[in-house]
């Protein structure tokens, strides 16, 4: 069981990052563009209150099959953004999965309000290459990554969770 908190080697890998075990972490750093504080904020806080678009929200992101967690943080002032995922595997793949499963265009409806991205009318024709390009201009390697499990992948986890909810039917239908 490897437990190594290495960086990943930038001569093998143009992505920053730390790794420890199967998993990988994210973190990107925005400065929100002057007079969008609230547009970002309130994007953030839409789907707070809807317990459809939170499912459909959810649904998304275990559709990506590798995402642990994701988490938008706006600080100093609502003027910084912080984007943070924990996710398996290779940065590259976790984007594509990202592509593929429409994550990276909700990402837009934010991204749109911080320094750097393409306006509104370029976010349509952005290729997924400008936006890994983007992200990765704006990524710095944690300081320190932990993980709890960090050979355990989304997948088991969610196989574990299924299994769970199996044994403990079996366990009601023996009881009754």
Same mark, same amino acid.
């Given at each position: 069981?490897?437990?190594?908190?290495?960086?990943?080697?930038?001569?093998?890998?143009?992505?920053?990052?730390?790794?420890?075990?199967?998993?990988?972490?994210?973190?990107?750093?925005?400065?929100?563009?002057?007079?969008?504080?609230?547009?970002?904020? &309130?994007?953030?806080?839409? !789907?707070? =209150?809807?317990?459809?678009?939170?499912?459909?929200? /959810? %649904?998304?992101?275990?559709?990506?099959?590798?995402?642990?967690?994701?988490?938008?943080?706006?600080?100093?002032?609502?003027?910084?953004?912080?984007?943070?995922?924990?996710?398996?595997?290779?940065?590259?793949?976790?984007?594509?999965?990202?592509?593929?499963?429409?994550?990276?265009?909700?990402?837009?409806?934010?991204?749109?309000?911080? &320094?750097?991205?393409?306006? !509104?009318? =370029?976010?349509?024709?952005?290729?997924?290459?400008? /936006? %890994?390009?983007?992200?990765?201009?704006?990524?710095?390697?944690?300081?320190?990554?932990?993980?709890?499990?960090?050979?355990?992948?989304?997948?088991?986890?969610?196989?574990?969770?299924?299994?769970?909810?199996?044994?403990?039917?079996?366990?009601?239908?023996?009881?009754?």
């Amino acid at each position: 069981m490897t437990t190594q908190n290495a960086v990943k080697d930038p001569v093998t890998s143009p992505r920053k990052g730390r790794k420890i075990g199967v998993v990988s972490e994210l973190s990107v750093f925005l400065k929100v563009k002057p007079g969008h504080e609230k547009q970002i904020r &309130e994007v953030f806080t839409s !789907a707070t =209150g809807d317990p459809d678009r939170l499912a459909q929200g /959810q %649904k998304v992101l275990e559709s990506v099959g590798t995402l642990h967690e994701a988490r938008q943080v706006l600080f100093d002032n609502d003027t910084r953004l912080l984007i943070a995922t924990s996710f398996d595997g290779d940065w590259d793949v976790y984007i594509d999965d990202f592509a593929r499963t429409m994550v990276l265009q909700a990402w837009a409806t934010f991204l749109i309000h911080c &320094e750097g991205y393409p306006d !509104a009318a =370029g976010v349509a024709s952005l290729s997924l290459d400008q /936006q %890994k390009e983007f992200l990765t201009e704006h990524q710095v390697t944690a300081a320190r990554y932990d993980r709890t499990y960090p050979d355990v992948t989304v997948k088991e986890i969610l196989k574990a969770l299924r299994l769970q909810t199996v044994f403990q039917q079996l366990l009601d239908e023996a009881s009754s």
